[in-house]
């Protein structure tokens, strides 16, 4: 069984710096509107599949989130203002 600081962000890992800084255990992922980079692609796989159908994504694909945690992530960092699979999948898609 592998350890657990092989699912913590790490420096390898593509997550801003300052969120890498801030999360200094597992059990803080779960109190905050974070995904990992695995569930953000799962989350674009959805949108890219089902569109903005949020209520299916987190059924079949995310369902320890909350649909309203995937809207959030979502629209937060398609808004953003550094480059993302988020943003680029709206100025693609939509």
């Known amino acids: 069984m592998k350890p657990w600081n092989t699912v ?3 420096q390898s890992a593509p997550t801003p710096a300052m969120d ?3 999360l200094s255990d ?3 992922l779960t109190s905050r ?3 990992t980079p695995a569930q953000e692609r799962l989350l674009l796989r959805g949108l890219i599949t089902y569109g903005e159908d949020f209520d299916t ?3 079949r694909l995310l369902p ?3 649909k ?3 809207k959030f992530q979502y629209t937060s960092c398609a808004e953003a203002e550094e480059d993302n699979i988020f ?3 709206k100025t693609v898609m939509v």
């Open 8 to 10: 913590l962000p790490s």
């Open 20 to 22: 890498l800084n801030t």
């Open 26 to 28: 597992p059990f803080s």
């Open 33 to 35: 509107n974070y995904l």
């Open 57 to 59: 994504i987190q059924k």
């Open 64 to 66: 320890f989130q909350s």
């Open 68 to 70: 309203e945690q995937l």
């Open 87 to 89: 943003k680029r999948y």
